[in-house]
T-cell receptor, first 112, second 116 residues
Framework: DAKTTQPNSMESNEEEPVHLPCNHS???????IHWYRQLPSQGPEYVIH???SNVNNRMASLAIAEDRKSSTLILHRATLRDAAVYYC?????????????FGKGTKLTVNP | DAGITQSPRHKVTETGTPVTLRCHQT?????MYWYRQDPGHGLRLIHY???????DKGEVSDGYSVSRSKTEDFLLTLESATSSQTSVYFC???????????????FGEGSWLTVV
């Protein structure tokens, strides 16, 4: 399985930008990069995804390195509600099957 | 929010008893998944389904079976529950093959299972 590496935890202050890194050096050419987050006692929720180009949506921005071996999720102004575990995931096709495999994620703490 | 309902939301059961968790969707999505989440392991895929009566194993399928007789329902069964199966179980759905489209999957709110 294609692997991702994320820091176990990060801390930020409210209303400041947050850059959450993810390394995926074994990514294949057809793998998409997805980010999900999980708030306490809830199921994961979609944040953003991309293939090659940087992406923006109302929640966040995704910056993808030119060689695609790393990416960064950017929260432009962190709020207390952004405190969650953030998962960087590669989606692809392996052995003829579709699978979405989660790593351990980065726990983001937002300080008031 | 995607229409995903998991039941029961909380259950305590005894070792050796059978347990069935139900995932019901109202989105008519083709793909359905069962994950378990444990401290230190993150989310791990148990089984998934790519259509009615079409299922496949995930990375932690031992001790679990699944069935999908209707598009809207995906059942996860623990034939003989063990304490190691105490966990939070999440159901998820998606409408297309995500590897070709980067499609989003949607998660339910989870089922907390305690095996004593």
């Amino acid at each position: 399985d294609a692997k991702t590496t994320q820091p176990n935890s990060m801390e930020s202050n409210e209303e400041e930008p947050v850059h959450l890194p993810c390394n995926h050096s074994t990514i294949s050419g057809t793998d998409y990069i997805h980010w999900y987050r999980q708030l306490p006692s809830q199921g994961p929720e979609y944040v953003i995804h991309g293939l090659t180009s940087n992406v923006n949506n109302r929640m966040a921005s995704l910056a993808i390195a030119e060689d695609r071996k790393s990416s960064t999720l950017i929260l432009h102004r962190a709020t207390l509600r952004d405190a969650a575990v953030y998962y960087c995931i590669l989606t692809g096709r392996e052995g003829g099957s579709e699978k979405l495999v989660f790593g351990k994620g980065t726990k983001l703490t937002v300080n008031p | 929010d995607a229409g995903i309902t998991q039941s029961p939301r909380h259950k305590v059961t005894e070792t050796g008893t059978p347990v069935t968790l139900r995932c019901h969707q109202t989105e008519n999505h083709r793909y359905m998944y069962w994950y378990r989440q444990d401290p230190g392991h993150g989310l791990r895929l148990i089984h998934y389904s790519y259509g009615v009566k079409d299922t496949d194993k995930g990375e932690v399928s031992d001790g679990y079976s699944v069935s999908r007789s209707k598009t809207e329902d995906f059942l996860l069964t623990l034939e003989s529950a063990t304490s190691s199966q105490t966990s939070v179980y999440f159901c998820a759905i998606s409408d297309r093959v995500y590897s070709y489209s980067g499609n989003t999957i949607y998660f339910g709110e989870g089922s907390w299972l305690t095996v004593v």
